[in-house]
């Protein structure tokens, strides 16, 4: 190829050389060129120089143009590959220019990856628990082990002594249906079918099934055998009720109708080489997820072969493939396994590593982890960077609370899932954590500033109305006929560490309840307790007050009082009282998350004497403890130095039992309570504005 143009001047050798390399020709074929072509080149190759073979050729991600070749100048500006987005957090590159602060220059910045969000959070948290305290509880006569929601509105809980209550969950709160001694020992297990419609208890002495809607106890199988968990594992709507019961002591799960004359359909021997202590059933896909002592975790289908279900798309084939085998190299059980409301991933606690755990179920695969073991808690702690700081005291009690229960192998509770799936609530000893799963924060935790360990967990997201409105796309509907609504009432139930109450978290907190104690005694005392109750004499102070209102100017506050523990602190208070011996005192002392003090005439915490003129001794009752917040209790500098002063706790203070009579606690006016705690005080802790107690009102 030869170029000959018109208007011919001298061609440089390096143009002709970077000429004869672009069109592929010999350099000698060129002879003549237009000047305005050659000057352009030469302007181009004097603000850049034409690159050598020797230099490196910098990374092409684009085929060359016209037969180009290294170093040519057919090589052409292309943006670098860009790397595909990975799931979950990722650990900083090394070198990576986004750990410097500041800006970059122009052309130097490169791409942050985007944090994860989770579509419409606010809305799905607007239809969780957000108080920080329970606003009710109520009692069995044993420690309560067990806590299920059903998908037909019903709560039903079990204790350790056989008994089975059902609760039918109202526009607000729950309300009492049924009542059962369903074993004579303990209720080893509890199964709800995924319709919510049966629902079975197994103990020692065999299993019971009731009817859940009709709250009936419909049959009861006796077993052979000794069972250690059981499962419902048909899908909704079918004839047949399966359910599977495990034996303790072997591996062997016995296939039961539910409604049947309490012989076994099936045996399975060879799904598992240990005993199995858990079960769980995913309706969508029929699949039961079991895990053994072992440590190993099998899928099966509820039928014949009793095998890995094959016409499930996209579930694994093989084992080896997934995380399935994390417990058994980590040397730990799993405790709980619960499904999402969509059944597409599955969440589990496991003991001694104190791990949550979330697969996903068709790939098996680990989403999510986090460690909840009491060394890296007791790390945050000493580090200041766990979600909220504890006292050292609190801390240490909760801490040795836990231990006792890795000791004696109780387990770490169950979780639950809310119905978007994007929000996940665990039980910790620091409280109840509702953690965004997508994000990977921690959104709230529930419970921080109560005693109770808490343990089984039970959500409600429903919405029971006339306008049957139960959906959260419901809800977030634009539709006009939809506008208009009966709010929802999400509900958290659950258990505590030996407690014979069951709790309930909702977005009404304790002081915005109407009236009377949010620990509802529910249960009648026995026969024994009764003439034990009236075989004790009457003492001085039964006859004194038995409740109180404190007029403020903040509001009134509401006190029952215990004349019977503490007979001396309540005749002192209430004949001050009666006497107006009160009235016009400040509050001279207030700390905020501890407590509010007054009953000093001088108004500094140096003065008040008793009605006798003289100190008093202390009167500590067990069944009186500064457990909880809004308890009424008497300040003194010492053993036996009672005077007149008193302090009413915001919050639990379990370091001062045995310290401080208690003997009384508030029931109404705690949004008062809160108000003087939230005065701005000076650094002795005295309000800058003056409140009072106005006059004291004592009720018999």
């Known amino acids: 190829m030869i170029m000959i143009v018109s208007s011919s001047t001298d061609v440089p050798p390096t143009t002709v050389a970077i000429i004869a390399a672009t069109l592929d020709v010999a350099a000698p074929a060129i002879t003549t060129i237009a000047p305005t072509v050659a000057a352009l080149i030469q302007s181009v190759m004097s603000a850049s120089p034409p690159p050598t073979h020797a230099t490196k050729r910098p990374r092409d991600t684009t085929p060359p143009v016209s037969g180009g070749e290294p170093g040519s100048l057919a090589v052409l500006d292309a943006e670098p590959e860009s790397d595909e987005d990975d799931i979950g957090p990722m650990p900083e590159a090394p070198g990576d220019d986004d750990a410097e602060d500041g800006p970059q220059p122009p052309g130097e910045q490169k791409k942050r990856k985007k944090r994860k969000v989770l579509a419409h959070e606010k809305l799905f948290l607007d239809h969780l628990p957000s108080a920080d305290r329970y606003y009710k509880s109520f009692m069995h006569r044993d420690v309560i082990n067990t806590v299920t929601v059903t998908k037909t509105d019903f709560v039903l809980t079990t204790s350790m002594d056989g008994h089975l209550k059902l609760w039918k969950k109202q526009a607000e709160g729950i309300e009492f249906v049924k009542h059962y001694r369903a074993h004579l020992g303990p209720v080893l297990a509890v199964s709800g079918s995924s319709d919510g419609t049966v629902f079975a208890t197994v103990g020692s002495d065999g299993c019971k099934v009731f009817d859940v809607v009709n709250f009936d106890m419909i049959n009861m199988l006796k077993l052979d055998f000794e069972p250690k968990t059981c499962c419902w594992i048909h899908q909704s709507g079918t004839a047949q009720t399966l359910l599977a019961i495990s034996e303790q002591g072997t591996s062997t ?8 004359d309490g012989k076994p359909l099936y045996t399975l021997d060879k799904l598992h080489r240990h005993p199995v202590h858990l079960m769980v059933y995913n309706d969508r896909y029929d699949t039961v997820i079991s895990a053994d002592e072992g440590g190993f975790i099998e899928y099966w289908q509820p039928s014949e072969p009793w095998e890995l279900p094959t016409g499930v798309k996209g579930l694994w084939e093989f084992k080896s493939s997934t995380d399935l085998y994390e417990f058994k190299k980590a040397k730990s059980l799993p405790t709980s396994i619960v499904f999402s409301p969509q059944q597409t991933q599955f969440s589990t606690l496991s003991l001694p590593d104190r791990q949550v755990r979330i697969f996903n179920f068709l790939s098996g695969k680990k989403t999510r982890q986090y460690d909840e073991s009491l060394q890296a808690i007791q790390e945050m702690q000493q580090a200041g960077t766990a979600v909220f700081r504890m006292d050292d005291m609190e801390f240490g009690r909760r801490l040795a609370a836990d231990r006792e229960l890795e000791k004696i192998g109780l387990g770490v509770g169950s979780c639950a899932w809310d119905e978007s799936g994007g929000f996940l609530l665990y039980p910790t000893m620091l409280g109840i954590k509702v953690v965004n799963t997508v994000s990977n924060r921690v959104v709230r935790v529930l419970g921080k500033d109560e005693t109770s360990r808490w343990m089984n967990l039970a959500l409600y997201q429903g919405a ?44 009404t907190e304790p002081e915005d309840t109407k009236g009377g104690d949010r620990d509802v005694f529910n249960e009648r005392p026995t026969r024994e307790e009764q003439s034990v109750a009236m075989a004790q004499p009457v003492k001085i102070g039964g006859q004194l007050g038995t409740s109180a209102v404190i007029h403020t100017t903040k509001g009134d506050i509401h006190f029952k009082l215990f004349p019977d523990q503490a007979p001396k602190a309540v005749e002192n208070f209430c004949t001050h009282a009666k006497e107006g011996y009160y009235n016009g005192i400040i509050f001279h002392r207030i700390i905020k998350k501890f407590m509010l003090q007054s009953g000093d005439p001088l108004g500094d915490g140096t003065g008040g004497e008793s009605i006798w003129g003289s100190e008093f001794e202390d009167e500590f009752d067990p069944s009186l403890r500064h457990d909880r917040p809004y308890t009424l209790s008497m300040a003194n500098a010492g053993p036996k130095t009672n005077g007149s002063q008193f302090f009413i706790t915001t919050v639990p203070t379990p370091w001062l039992d045995d310290k401080h009579t208690v003997f009384g606690r ?22 800058y504005d003056d409140i009072k107690m106005v006059s004291i009102d004592i009720g018999n």
Do not use: W
């Open 464 to 507: 029971p109305s006339k306008k049957g409105l139960a959906t959260i796309a419901m809800a977030a509907s634009a539709n006009p006929l939809l506008a208009e609504r009966e709010s929802r009432d999400p509900t958290l139930f659950c258990t505590a560490y030996k407690r014979s109450r069951f709790y309930l978290f909702s977005q």
């Open 666 to 687: 508030a029931t109404l006016g705690l949004d008062v309570i809160h108000a003087i705690e939230d005065v701005r005080t000076d650094k002795g802790d005295k309000p």
């Open 253 to 260: 799960i016995r296939i039961y109708d539910g409604r049947g």
